[in-house]
């Protein structure tokens, strides 16, 4: 029985962008398959237990968000025993690609997804567009996105001016509205900032039986980011594998944000915005006594100066 790649000991950092992609194929090749998808996409699956990770990603997130520029798939292989199965593109292209959907129109009919006990897709933002839209390839997957969009076809979404450069991208096509090719699956969790306006609006258009939206006020829109550095990502994967990702699982996991200086400083300015002095000095009092934020306790000196 042919040994796997150690991935603890994989490190891609400071390799140019095809160095990279020569360096992935490779450990593909040898845990699994890699695959070319034309020239802005990869796919590349290593193949550990019996439950399989999705995931969508961007090298350029990767580069980032990884401490070692490997795919996020990678360190669940790790840590779990999962497969993974990393999509890759080299820039924001909510894998609308023809190759894209040949490749998982090829895996369906090799019966890919059926080899596995479990399957989870997973994304964020584009890369949560293309999760949701790819998840009707494996019937009963479960699927976690961060601040998806739901399509950027102009006739249902113009409200939203962000990505004027994707304006002729065809949404209409195959695996096109993301929000109806989620029919097919057993569950999905959408997270978002109901603060971050034009995402609650693509949330919104997610709304299904088989769909529950969290919401995460004040965390802002780069939620990937944020529950990589509170280290939230893989318990909220383990979660939705195991079917444990209800209201009260999500509220006791997202606690940790209590010690997340960012979301702490947004909550402080909406507070004073709001004119709630008294509430503001409650958080600067309690962030002071216990995490080390020199900003809180300056402020907690200011508000009681004030008559």
């Not at 997957?141 to 969009?149: D, E, M, N």
Request: glycine share 8%; hydrophobic share 40%.
């Amino acid at each position: 029985m042919q040994d796997h790649t150690d991935l603890s000991t994989v490190d891609l950092t400071g390799l140019r962008r095809g160095q990279w992609i020569s360096a992935i194929s490779r450990i593909g090749e040898a845990d699994g398959f890699s695959e070319p998808l034309g020239r802005r996409h990869h796919g590349v699956f290593v193949e550990r237990g019996h439950t399989l990770l999705v995931s969508f990603e961007t090298l350029p997130g990767i580069e980032v968000l990884s401490e070692t520029a490997t795919p996020l798939g990678w360190s669940m292989a790790l840590d779990e025993g999962w497969s993974s199965l990393a999509v890759i593109s080299s820039r924001d292209t909510w894998f609308r690609d023809e190759r894209i959907y040949a490749f998982f129109d090829q895996l369906m009919d090799d019966g890919f997804f059926d080899e596995f006990e479990q399957v989870i897709f997973y994304g964020a933002g584009p890369c949560g567009y293309a999760a949701a839209a790819f998840s009707v390839a494996a019937p009963g997957a479960r699927v976690v996105i961060l601040q998806p969009q739901a399509t950027l076809d102009p006739r249902v979404t113009e409200w939203d001016d962000r990505f004027a450069e994707a304006r002729r991208v065809d949404f209409t096509s195959r695996y096109g509205y993301a929000p109806d090719m989620l029919d097919a699956a057993d569950h999905a969790w959408v997270l978002y900032d109901p603060r971050e306006r034009l995402d609650a609006m693509h949330s919104a258009l997610f709304e299904r039986p088989n769909v529950t939206r969290f919401r995460m006020p004040f965390m802002g829109g780069a939620l990937q980011g944020d529950l990589i550095e509170l280290g939230l990502i893989g318990p909220l994967l383990t979660a939705a594998a195991s079917g444990d990702l209800g209201t009260l699982d999500f509220a006791r996991l997202i606690r940790a944000r209590r010690d997340h200086t960012p979301y702490l400083r947004k909550l402080l300015a909406k507070l004073e915005k709001d004119g709630r002095r008294n509430l503001a000095k409650m958080l600067c009092r309690n962030v002071s006594l216990r995490l080390d934020a020199p900003r809180f306790r300056r402020r907690l000196e200011a508000l009681q100066a004030l008559r």
